[in-house]
């Protein structure tokens, strides 16, 4: 047995950097904001502020909120399922590719999206999908259709440009796991009679359900904090958490409210990690792949 | 006991082609609006149109010739640099701690390790600035590189613990086995297998530092921009192939760095351990 | 012998103490010449007029240094900012964000006219009850049209509510753009009892659906360079801007009148620099400052002795006559009702 199971060890002290940035530089700021959405102004710059409840009341009186809460949520819901249903085989394949070259080349074109950067990968989309990019005027130009068709400033080029962002992120996440699927596994699977669909589905698929949770815990994560994204590709039509805060501070000068808002889609996160957490304690009965 | 009968060629091959479209069909997904991006750099019209109408260097030419960009190029690199040795440190170690050390509510840390994720950015953002504020000591450098590596050492905690906690500890023991005491092991099994799991948060870290935007929001000073929020700026005036242009040079960046990751540590081992 | 000793200590370590404070100190004292001023600034071609011309010369006269943050919203920062220690010198904004900044205390209500002589040349509306601080710009806020697309005649701003438009139409994010802020005002004003009626203004919003939104004017002109919108909601500097460059777009003046988008100046309570910030505002309103500016950007000035040349003269708002038609929103009014008119805003518009 390892002797580091047996309790704290000199290398627990390790976390202490770590620790002392996090206390000073994220849960002191934190904790202010925290403070922030439940006093009438700002401790720091203003001298007489109160105690008030009045914007967690607000969220709570008008329905629209929870309208903006459930469209963040069912944005980042499909987003998740959208990246897992594209970027899975893609993992799957640089996981099992043979070639050095090969598997440099995907993870280029994994990697380069990623490092092209949000507001230009986000206005490429935008001279992709709107009335005058590329595919309508491609697909008028074909005689295909006569007026150019919707496909920007609503939900699904939101969710498209969303998933096209995280993706990268979940397979390099899924790789690593399905890396360590040992492939004799399969082998054997299909030695006894399976077909390689098979053998995916019984064999490989829930080996790498770990993989899966956790790039879909991240991806998610990730997609209902995203803003720059909704913004440029949503029209402001759509409204998500994030949009809703960045305006009350930005242009309503609200940063109590903001706050507020800040602190529920805190709280909704939080409860994701937490029951993540539990599901895989359930599912997979090892140690948690966080 | 063989129970079903073996697959027909046909259908195996018919598979395997749909396997190898589905997953070109992913990276054109993945590529398209990149190549979008190129043919915008060399497209002399001012906003967008298609068809492209021709070839031309001017935004490359405008680009590089800016003072603003050139600036927010660099600081963006800088940042990005210090960010992801700031990060791989911190991460790397409190990684280390909550796999290794036996610490009470590692769960509980780990998640709170992770917590800068969660958050809209646009928070931390306001936070640290507000904090800032309260510290008097207004918008430094050492300020956004702070804000960066916050939001980064969730991505090298989860890529180390990943490899950590997937470890296959007979390694360790059979060390032990051998006589060597824990700090050797730790030093000569443990971090050159973890080297891997560190490595790819690193790569994650300067990713999300270079593409930063709303911890960036707050935490600039002016004349001294990240490349993201200039970009940002210029797209409420400007609508041209500048953004195309600085893109391009991203990318280019970034086929250097991948390629020399993998020339030097071997991106392939961080997928198998 | 030993009493003297500790005497002697005391001195030299208080001389030396004070010497090597004044060493530190000198350069700072030095450097305290050139003084710096903060102020913020919009990207674009006025940014590039600003930063190539204008500023250097600036700050070559006044013996300072000019930091200017283009990186917009401005006021969130300074709200977050101490009041003895403001993040900006000067806030150049549009007026509905500086009423919002007075209302929070952060922002001073006039400028000081004796501080600030040329403020004596500019037009009434630029110093009127509606304006906070003095405005050295202002455009029409109208409607920007291609030519292109078989519209006829657009004379009045209820065109835009013709289905004809309906693939083409362009308006802006409420809450987040004070173009869009003013229109609506003016909708109240259009289909109701007048510019504070609320009721009318939204139903109007509902029938103006299907529209294409967008948080910026610039990129609204783009929109409309590249086709993607046909009519829209536009200030004349949008368009005119362009001149020159052979678009099918114009700009139409409504006949019901148009609406003035006005780029303010006003100085922070706090400023440790009020000299130099006094003079960076009476500095913009130069008449040769003013000229360089407007015939760059197309901005009509403030400064009513300034001479445009024939091109500019002929489109812009340069005539008390002219200037006399604007219509200036009440923004104090307006900015006390912002967070309910977003609210059913962004109820209306959500696709």
């Known amino acids: 047995m390892n002797a580091a199971r047996a309790g704290i060890t000199p290398i627990a002290w390790l976390i202490a950097p770590s620790a002392l940035l996090f206390a000073l530089f994220f849960f002191l700021p934190m904790g202010l904001m925290a403070m922030i959405s439940l006093l009438t102004g700002n401790p720091v710059?203003?001298?007489?502020?109160?105690?008030?409840?009045?914007?967690?009341?607000?969220?709570?009186?008008?329905?629209?909120?929870?309208?903006?809460?459930?469209?963040?949520?069912?944005?980042?819901?499909?987003?998740?399922?959208?990246?897992?249903?594209?970027?899975?085989?893609?993992?799957?394949?640089?996981?099992?590719?043979?070639?050095?070259?090969?598997?440099?080349?995907?993870?280029?074109?994994?990697?380069?999206?990623?490092?092209?950067?949000?507001?230009?990968?986000?206005?490429?989309?935008?001279?992709?999908?709107?009335?005058?990019?590329?595919?309508?005027?491609?697909?008028?130009?074909?005689?295909?259709?006569?007026?150019?068709?919707?496909?920007?400033?609503?939900?699904?080029?939101?969710?498209?440009?969303?998933t096209h962002i995280y993706v990268p992120y979940m397979v390099l996440t899924l790789v690593g796991v399905i890396g360590r699927i040992d492939e004799r596994l399969e082998h054997a699977a299909q030695n006894l009679g399976a077909s390689p669909l098979r053998a995916f589905l019984e064999v490989t698929l829930p080996l790498s359900l770990p993989g899966i949770l956790a790039g879909s815990l991240l991806v998610f994560a990730l997609a209902i904090s995203a803003y720059v994204t909704p913004i440029l590709m949503g029209g402001f039509q759509i409204m998500t958490l994030p949009m809703l805060i960045y305006q009350q501070i930005s242009s309503s000068f609200n940063v109590g409210f903001a706050a507020a808002l800040g602190m529920v889609l805190l709280t909704i996160s939080l409860v994701l990690v937490i029951a993540y957490n539990r599901i895989l304690g359930l599912v997979s009965g090892q140690r948690d792949l966080q | 006991m063989i129970s079903a009968p073996s697959t027909p060629r046909l259908t195996l091959r018919l598979g395997r082609f749909c396997y190898l479209a589905l997953n070109a069909a992913v990276v054109v997904f993945l590529l398209a609006p990149i190549v979008i991006v190129f043919v915008f750099a060399l497209n002399p019209t001012p906003y967008i149109q298609f068809p492209p109408v021709g070839v031309s260097l001017r935004w490359f030419e405008k680009f590089f010739a800016s003072r603003d960009f050139m600036n927010a190029l660099w600081l963006s690199l800088e940042v990005a640099a210090m960010t992801t040795i700031a990060a791989t440190l911190f991460g790397a170690s409190a990684a280390l701690a909550l796999a290794r050390g036996g610490l009470p509510g590692s769960r509980v840390i780990t998640a709170i390790m992770?917590?800068?994720?969660?958050?809209?950015?646009?928070?931390?953002?306001?936070?640290?600035?507000?904090?800032?504020?309260?510290?008097?000591?207004?918008?430094?450098?050492?300020?956004l590189v702070l804000g960066h590596t916050l939001v980064s050492i969730p991505y090298v905690v989860r890529t180390t613990l990943a490899v950590l906690q997937n470890f296959?500890?007979?390694?360790?023991?059979?060390?032990?086995?051998?006589?060597?005491?824990?700090?050797?092991?730790?030093?000569?099994?443990?971090?050159?297998?973890?080297?891997?799991?560190?490595?790819?948060?690193?790569?994650?870290?300067?990713?999300?530092?270079?593409?930063?935007?709303?911890?960036?929001?707050?935490?600039v000073s002016p004349g001294r921009e990240t490349l993201p929020i200039t970009l940002f700026n210029y797209l409420k005036f400007d609508l041209d192939g500048t953004i195309g242009a600085a893109s391009v040079v991203s990318i280019l960046l970034a086929v250097l760095v991948v390629f020399g990751l993998d020339r030097t540590v071997g991106l392939r081992s961080y997928a198998k351990l | 012998m030993t009493t003297r000793l500790p005497l002697n200590r005391r001195q030299f370590l208080a001389t030396s103490a004070a010497a090597g404070i004044g060493a530190i100190a000198a350069p700072h004292i030095a450097r305290a010449e050139a003084a710096t001023l903060r102020i913020t600034g919009w990207g674009g071609k006025w940014?590039?007029?600003?930063?190539?011309?204008?500023?250097?010369?600036?700050?070559?006269e006044f013996k300072c240094k000019v930091e200017t943050d283009s990186a917009f919203p401005y006021l969130p920062k300074l709200q977050a900012s101490p009041r003895s220690a403001p993040v900006y010198d000067v806030l150049h904004t549009n007026s509905n964000e500086q009423w919002a900044a007075l209302e929070m205390g952060i922002v001073e209500a006039k400028i000081d006219a004796r501080q600030v002589p040329n403020i004596a040349d500019v037009y009434p509306y630029a110093v009127s009850d509606k304006m906070v601080g003095?405005?050295?710009?202002?455009?029409?806020?109208?409607?920007?049209?291609?030519?292109?697309?078989?519209?006829?005649?657009i004379s009045s701003w209820k065109d835009l509510w013709d289905r004809a438009h309906d693939g083409g139409r362009g308006g802006y994010v409420i809450p987040v753009n004070s173009l869009g802020q003013a229109f609506l005002m003016m909708s109240g004003a259009l289909f109701g009892k007048g510019m504070t009626d609320l009721d009318a203004a939204y139903a109007a919003m509902e029938k103006?659906?299907?529209?294409?939104?967008?948080?910026?004017?610039?990129?609204?002109e783009k929109m409309i360079l590249s086709g993607e919108v046909g009519l829209a909601v536009i200030h004349d500097s949008g368009i005119l801007r362009y001149d020159g460059q052979n678009q099918p777009t114009t700009f139409v003046a409504p006949s019901e009148g148009v609406l003035s988008l006005e780029q303010v100046l006003t100085l922070t309570p706090g400023t440790k620099v009020r000299e130099l910030a006094n003079a960076y505002v009476n500095y913009m309103l130069r008449p040769n400052v003013q000229k360089t500016l407007a015939e760059s950007v197309w901005y009509s000035p403030a400064n009513s002795k300034v001479k445009l040349d024939d091109k500019y003269n002929e489109k812009l708002l340069t005539t008390p006559e002219k200037v006399a038609k604007l219509i200036q929103p009440d923004w104090k009014w307006y900015n006390a009702r912002k967070d309910e008119i977003d609210s059913r805003v962004n109820r209306i518009f959500r696709a």
């Open chain 2, 114 to 143: 992770l917590s800068p994720l969660m958050l809209p950015a646009i928070l931390t953002g306001l936070a640290l600035f507000q904090s800032y504020v309260l510290l008097d000591v207004g918008r430094p450098l050492w300020g």
């Open chain 3, 134 to 153: 003095v405005c050295i710009f202002t455009s029409a806020i109208g409607l920007g049209m291609r030519t292109d697309k078989g519209y006829g005649k």
């Open chain 1, 45 to 162: 710059v203003q001298p007489n502020v109160e105690f008030t409840t009045k914007y967690y009341r607000r969220i709570l009186d008008d329905i629209y909120y929870f309208e903006v809460i459930w469209t963040t949520l069912r944005i980042g819901l499909l987003t998740t399922l959208a990246a897992l249903l594209i970027g899975y085989p893609l993992a799957h394949l640089m996981a099992r590719v043979r070639g050095r070259t090969a598997y440099a080349m995907l993870m280029m074109a994994v990697l380069t999206p990623m490092l092209t950067g949000i507001v230009v990968r986000t206005f490429a989309w935008m001279a992709l999908l709107s009335d005058k990019g590329a595919i309508n005027q491609g697909l008028i130009g074909l005689g295909l259709i006569s007026k150019p068709l919707p496909l920007m400033y609503n939900e699904f080029s939101i969710v498209l440009g969303l």
């Open chain 2, 168 to 219: 296959d500890t007979r390694l360790e023991e059979a060390a032990c086995n051998l006589g060597a005491g824990p700090l050797r092991t730790y030093f000569e099994v443990t971090l050159p297998l973890t080297k891997p799991g560190v490595m790819a948060g690193a790569v994650f870290a300067f990713i999300v530092s270079f593409d930063q935007f709303p911890v960036s929001l707050f935490l």
């Open chain 3, 208 to 220: 103006l659906k299907p529209i294409k939104l967008v948080d910026f004017t610039g990129t609204m």
């Open chain 3, 47 to 60: 940014g590039q007029t600003m930063s190539s011309e204008l500023i250097p010369a600036f700050e070559k």
